[in-house]
């Protein structure tokens, strides 16, 4: 759909209407096919500006589209003919241009920007590269440095960004088709073959071998496995060294391949996923749509340490009043310069003024008296949180949100401590919480939908990633985690090292292994968490026992390594040797491969050859047995919520969509057959027994992952 309209009498405006975002479905290809026919072949037309409707010029290719058949007229040749035309056409950007939006806007001969407007090909966000020619004329257009940085990363660029690389004319801050059609009758008659993107020489660059050999090193290192980056290198070499004719013949090339791909499916999968779990839903049957937040202007924060204080950065940085209470002088002073430090520099980077003056730091609860919202993070000591709790519903106006950070501790008991339950949800970030994109939005049975929505809100506000969640041990994300990080310890008992275990797991595509993932975070984190479940015997048992915990195994490596003193970085050693407290660069240690030995003869057990194989399908399948059991027990409300938390907030590689994404492309038979096989290894071993939920989706047929959905309702209902 592309709305005709002539304008200022020798002008055809022609305007993309496909809300939200314009998206170049086939009905707006053929519409503009057909409307820049009819501006071309009209003599009264001298020139046409292409805009689209409701402030956004175009979001790109319809991304629902790919997976059906594609039908309609296709890009290229729809660009070309723009580009070829002998009328001028000028883009008129608001809004968005991006993907193949920008790419129609570089078929243009002219591009006008909003000063709002935002730039980009992120189509390597979505497991492709910009193949509707954007490969081939950015680089002729803004220069090989520029466009290797723009197309591998897919970052959106701002409108005086754009100008200041050359891909816009004119930035206005006024009616920007309005300015367009200005623009455009002014340059009516010109030549337009200087304005032909696609016939410029790419702008010569010295030692282009080096270049390439260089940004191609750094993508591959942060790809972890991904395909499109290097695609996407590989295109833009193709416009630095080919003809214009013969570079869109590679770039197409690259692009056949990253279309089919299942890294691409991953992807559009996490996009969708994304946006949908905005769209949350609670068991009683409250839904995001009927649910109205409350407005949140002024917020507290209870306790300063390292989480309280991420928190207070997040909300300030939001726009919030905070109050920000901490008891203990020594430590608000500490925080106080920690939070202004962390605000000045993210300020800088985003090149705005820090929001120190949005901050209030107290010693007294009673300061939070007005606030609409609170957020606890104290010290994780349920006590502790009950008390601050009473407090907090004694001191509020009716109606504060009351929001408890924690991450392991029963949101339901600290809300059952309070008059009004109904006001209580969890809120649990990821540190450091300014920085981490996850938020774990947690409702008990009696959290009103209301909260929820605003929580939800809040965080969305924030920038997070926000997902609604059941509450239960370790909610979502942890709870997963448990049964991964379970089978890299039992895979160590049985012949495996942490640096094997974690090459796996680092060549599957997550930045770090479990082992130097739990020494960045500590092991005394989860040593205390095991104390406080009755786990931890002092100086590990002796016999059979030693390995066998409240009835099933148990491996106690964690808590002799804590025993020895050995918390990880910040000890210099864990599973890994470090050369100074907090140091990144893991070691391997002799001591610790001696001291695996001296366990296995101990104990009995007998080294065996770990494979990688074996290492991926004993973690990854546990995990992803323990996301069933979450969707059958309505934790959360489909897979997507499960992906968004890991991909998010975990490390899971995106372009992998996720552990239950990951799960429906291996194939549920397969993951059931897997976990069957391990389980009647290791009958001890709970967590590698299949849900009964994957059971059942397989005996289902295995269904694809979007209608898991229907299908868990369907088999819920017969129960
Ligand atoms: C061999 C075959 C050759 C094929 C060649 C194909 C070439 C492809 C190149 C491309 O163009 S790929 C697409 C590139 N574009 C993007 O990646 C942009 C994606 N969109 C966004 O980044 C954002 O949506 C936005 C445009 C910045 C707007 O953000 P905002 O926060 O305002 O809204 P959202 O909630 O994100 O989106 C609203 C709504 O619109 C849906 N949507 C957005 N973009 C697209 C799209 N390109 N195609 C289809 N649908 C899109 C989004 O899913 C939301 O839908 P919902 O139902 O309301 O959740």
Redesign the pocket.
């Given at each position: 759909m592309a709305a005709y309209k002539r304008v200022s009498e020798s002008v055809a405006l022609i305007t993309l209407q496909n809300p939200?975002?314009n998206?170049?479905?086939a009905a707006v290809r053929q519409g503009i096919v057909d409307t820049v026919e009819r501006a071309l072949s009209d003599p009264n037309v001298t020139a046409v500006v292409i805009c689209g409707q409701n402030g956004?010029f175009c979001?790109?290719?319809?991304?629902?589209?790919?997976g059906s058949n594609?039908s309609g007229p296709?890009?290229?040749p729809m660009i070309h003919a723009i580009e070829s035309a002998n009328k001028p056409v000028v883009a008129a950007i608001e809004?968005?241009a991006?993907?193949?939006?920008l790419?129609l806007a570089l078929g243009c001969h002219y591009r006008i920007a909003h000063s709002k407007a935002?730039l980009g090909?992120?189509?390597v966000?979505?497991g492709?590269l910009?193949?509707?020619g954007?490969s081939q004329r950015l680089p002729r257009l803004i220069g090989v440095p520029a466009a290797l940085n723009l197309i591998t990363t897919?970052r959106?660029v701002t409108a005086a960004e754009a100008l200041q690389l050359g891909i816009v004319d004119q930035v206005t801050d006024h009616n920007t088709v309005d300015a367009a059609v200005k623009f455009a009758l002014s340059v009516a008659g010109r030549s337009l073959d200087p304005r032909r993107i696609s016939t410029y020489p790419c702008p010569q660059q010295p030692d282009l071998d080096a270049l390439f050999e260089e940004v191609m090193q750094k993508v591959r290192r942060s790809a972890r496995g991904a395909i499109a980056p290097i695609a996407c290198v590989q295109a833009v070499r193709a416009a630095a060294t080919l003809p214009y004719t013969q570079g869109m013949a590679r770039e197409?090339e690259l692009?056949?391949t990253l279309?089919t791909s299942g890294q691409a499916r991953a992807l559009q999968y996490c996009?969708?996923a994304q946006?949908?779990v905005?769209?949350w839903r609670m068991p009683s049957g409250a839904r995001w749509d009927t649910s109205k937040p409350r407005p949140v202007h002024k917020a507290a924060v209870i306790g300063l340490g390292t989480m309280g204080r991420g928190i207070t950065v997040a909300l300030a940085q939001t726009g919030l009043s905070v109050i920000a209470v901490e008891t203990q002088e020594k430590q608000l002073m500490e925080a106080k310069q920690a939070v202004s430090g962390m605000l000045e520099r993210g300020a800088k980077r985003r090149g705005v003024a820090p929001a120190l003056d949005r901050i209030i730091y107290s010693q007294n609860i009673q300061a939070v008296a007005d606030v609409d919202l609170v957020i606890e993070a104290v010290f994780e000591d349920v006590a502790l949180k009950t008390k601050v709790f009473k407090q907090l519903s004694a001191v509020c106006k009716p109606g504060t949100l009351l929001c408890t950070n924690t991450s392991a501790l029963d949101v339901d008991q600290l809300a059952s401590e309070t008059p009004n339950p109904e006001l209580v949800v969890g809120m649990h970030f990821f540190a450091p919480a300014h920085v981490m994109k996850l938020l774990e939005v947690v409702y008990g049975p009696r959290s009103s939908p209301e909260a929820v929505a605003t929580a939800m809100q809040l965080g969305k506000k924030m920038g997070k990633a926000s997902v609604a969640v059941g509450n239960c041990r370790g909610f979502v994300g942890n709870r997963m985690l448990k049964p991964y990080v379970e089978q890299a310890f039992f895979l160590l008992e049985e012949g495996a090292t942490p640096e094997l275990v974690d090459r796996a797991l680092e060549e599957f595509g997550f930045p770090m292994g479990v082992f130097t993932m739990s020494d960045l975070s500590g092991l005394d984190v989860g040593w205390r968490v095991r104390k406080g479940d009755g786990l931890v015997e002092p100086g590990g048992a002796s016999g059979r026992s030693a390995r066998v915990r409240q009835g099933r195994r148990y491996s106690p490596l964690g808590d002799l390594l804590c025993e020895h003193g050995r918390f990880g970085q910040k000890t210099c050693r864990g599973w890994y040797q470090y050369d100074k407290p907090g140091s990144r660069v893991a070691r391997s240690d002799p001591w610790l491969h001696s001291f695996l030995e001296a366990y296995r003869a101990e104990h009995g057990l007998v080294a065996r050859r770990i494979d990688h194989q074996e290492v991926l399908e004993r973690c990854l399948y546990a995990l992803i047995n323990e996301g069933f059991h979450i969707l059958d027990d309505g934790i959360a409300a489909g897979p997507e919520d499960i992906d968004v938390i890991y991909v998010s907030g975990y490390g899971w590689p995106r372009h992998r969509g996720g552990p239950m994404f990951y799960a429906n492309m291996v194939g549920l038979a397969k993951v059931l057959e897997r976990l069957e096989h391990y389980h009647q290894a290791h009958p001890d071993v709970p967590h590698l027994q299949p849900c009964s939920l994957l059971r059942r989706l397989v005996a289902s047929g295995s269904p694809p992952i979007h209608r898991w959905g229907e299908v868990i309702k369907k088999l819920h209902s017969q129960l």
């Amino acid at each position: 759909m592309a709305a005709y309209k002539r304008v200022s009498e020798s002008v055809a405006l022609i305007t993309l209407q496909n809300p939200p975002v314009n998206a170049l479905s086939a009905a707006v290809r053929q519409g503009i096919v057909d409307t820049v026919e009819r501006a071309l072949s009209d003599p009264n037309v001298t020139a046409v500006v292409i805009c689209g409707q409701n402030g956004v010029f175009c979001g790109g290719a319809d991304i629902k589209e790919f997976g059906s058949n594609m039908s309609g007229p296709p890009l290229i040749p729809m660009i070309h003919a723009i580009e070829s035309a002998n009328k001028p056409v000028v883009a008129a950007i608001e809004g968005s241009a991006l993907g193949g939006g920008l790419e129609l806007a570089l078929g243009c001969h002219y591009r006008i920007a909003h000063s709002k407007a935002r730039l980009g090909l992120p189509e390597v966000s979505l497991g492709l590269l910009p193949a509707a020619g954007g490969s081939q004329r950015l680089p002729r257009l803004i220069g090989v440095p520029a466009a290797l940085n723009l197309i591998t990363t897919g970052r959106h660029v701002t409108a005086a960004e754009a100008l200041q690389l050359g891909i816009v004319d004119q930035v206005t801050d006024h009616n920007t088709v309005d300015a367009a059609v200005k623009f455009a009758l002014s340059v009516a008659g010109r030549s337009l073959d200087p304005r032909r993107i696609s016939t410029y020489p790419c702008p010569q660059q010295p030692d282009l071998d080096a270049l390439f050999e260089e940004v191609m090193q750094k993508v591959r290192r942060s790809a972890r496995g991904a395909i499109a980056p290097i695609a996407c290198v590989q295109a833009v070499r193709a416009a630095a060294t080919l003809p214009y004719t013969q570079g869109m013949a590679r770039e197409q090339e690259l692009m056949a391949t990253l279309f089919t791909s299942g890294q691409a499916r991953a992807l559009q999968y996490c996009f969708f996923a994304q946006r949908a779990v905005g769209r949350w839903r609670m068991p009683s049957g409250a839904r995001w749509d009927t649910s109205k937040p409350r407005p949140v202007h002024k917020a507290a924060v209870i306790g300063l340490g390292t989480m309280g204080r991420g928190i207070t950065v997040a909300l300030a940085q939001t726009g919030l009043s905070v109050i920000a209470v901490e008891t203990q002088e020594k430590q608000l002073m500490e925080a106080k310069q920690a939070v202004s430090g962390m605000l000045e520099r993210g300020a800088k980077r985003r090149g705005v003024a820090p929001a120190l003056d949005r901050i209030i730091y107290s010693q007294n609860i009673q300061a939070v008296a007005d606030v609409d919202l609170v957020i606890e993070a104290v010290f994780e000591d349920v006590a502790l949180k009950t008390k601050v709790f009473k407090q907090l519903s004694a001191v509020c106006k009716p109606g504060t949100l009351l929001c408890t950070n924690t991450s392991a501790l029963d949101v339901d008991q600290l809300a059952s401590e309070t008059p009004n339950p109904e006001l209580v949800v969890g809120m649990h970030f990821f540190a450091p919480a300014h920085v981490m994109k996850l938020l774990e939005v947690v409702y008990g049975p009696r959290s009103s939908p209301e909260a929820v929505a605003t929580a939800m809100q809040l965080g969305k506000k924030m920038g997070k990633a926000s997902v609604a969640v059941g509450n239960c041990r370790g909610f979502v994300g942890n709870r997963m985690l448990k049964p991964y990080v379970e089978q890299a310890f039992f895979l160590l008992e049985e012949g495996a090292t942490p640096e094997l275990v974690d090459r796996a797991l680092e060549e599957f595509g997550f930045p770090m292994g479990v082992f130097t993932m739990s020494d960045l975070s500590g092991l005394d984190v989860g040593w205390r968490v095991r104390k406080g479940d009755g786990l931890v015997e002092p100086g590990g048992a002796s016999g059979r026992s030693a390995r066998v915990r409240q009835g099933r195994r148990y491996s106690p490596l964690g808590d002799l390594l804590c025993e020895h003193g050995r918390f990880g970085q910040k000890t210099c050693r864990g599973w890994y040797q470090y050369d100074k407290p907090g140091s990144r660069v893991a070691r391997s240690d002799p001591w610790l491969h001696s001291f695996l030995e001296a366990y296995r003869a101990e104990h009995g057990l007998v080294a065996r050859r770990i494979d990688h194989q074996e290492v991926l399908e004993r973690c990854l399948y546990a995990l992803i047995n323990e996301g069933f059991h979450i969707l059958d027990d309505g934790i959360a409300a489909g897979p997507e919520d499960i992906d968004v938390i890991y991909v998010s907030g975990y490390g899971w590689p995106r372009h992998r969509g996720g552990p239950m994404f990951y799960a429906n492309m291996v194939g549920l038979a397969k993951v059931l057959e897997r976990l069957e096989h391990y389980h009647q290894a290791h009958p001890d071993v709970p967590h590698l027994q299949p849900c009964s939920l994957l059971r059942r989706l397989v005996a289902s047929g295995s269904p694809p992952i979007h209608r898991w959905g229907e299908v868990i309702k369907k088999l819920h209902s017969q129960l």
